[in-house]
Structures are given as structure tokens and as C-alpha cells.
């Protein structure tokens, strides 16, 4: 029971508002798709280094697809709206295009 309050820890009010501040301008601007894809590219990340010592763990790998699908269609909307600020986000959170 511990471990489940510790492990979501890991993304706290702050930590969202720093994410905010740096890619969606202000920490308010929550909805912006530049602010959502690098929230779900910080997930991503943790999510990745749980499942690199924990194998097994089915249930963290099928949440993981999930978030890396939603991040796919935010960044294709981004792209399709406005290529410059797609390109940005891309370099930016050093993804790999």
C-alpha cells in the first residue's frame, strides 16, 4: 500500500506547473498541446524506467502504450494546425523527429 503512494509521487503539483510554465508559456495554460505532450512525455519517461526493472509488470506496459498513443495523436493535431510549433516541441523534448 506504501509503495503505491510513493510511486505517485513522482509527478507533484509542482513539478506539473514547472512542465507548464517551460512548454505551455504560463502555468495556467494547461491544455495547450505543447504543455499536454510534455506531460506525457515526463509520464512516458517514468513509466519507462518502472518497466526496466520491472519485467512483469503488464498492466504499467499496457498503460504505457496508452499514453504513447495519446502523445502520437497530440503531436499529428499539433502538426496539422501549426508545423512550427510541431517542430519546436519535437526539438525541444528531444523526441525523434
Known amino acids: ?3 503505491q503512494i510513493i ?4 509527478l507533484t503539483t509542482e513539478k506539473k506547473q514547472e512542465l ?3 512548454y505551455g508559456k504560463e502555468a495556467t495554460n ?3 498541446p505543447e504543455s499536454q505532450v510534455a506531460l506525457y512525455s515526463f509520464r512516458i519517461n517514468h513509466l519507462t524506467e518502472h518497466l526496466r526493472s520491472n519485467r512483469k ?3 504499467t506496459q499496457l498503460a504505457l ?3 504513447v498513443g495519446k502523445r502520437r495523436r497530440m503531436l499529428d493535431y499539433l502538426k496539422d494546425i501549426d508545423i ?3 517542430r519546436e516541441i519535437i526539438k525541444s523534448l528531444n523526441l525523434r523527429k
Do not use: A, V
Not at 510511486?7 to 513522482?10: L, P, V
Open 84 to 86: 512550427e510549433r510541431y
Open 57 to 59: 509488470d503488464f498492466s
Open 30 to 32: 494547461t491544455g495547450s
Open 1 to 3: 500500500m506504501n509503495l
Open 65 to 67: 502504450l496508452k499514453l
Open 20 to 22: 507548464f510554465t517551460q
Open 7 to 10: 510511486d505517485k509521487m513522482y
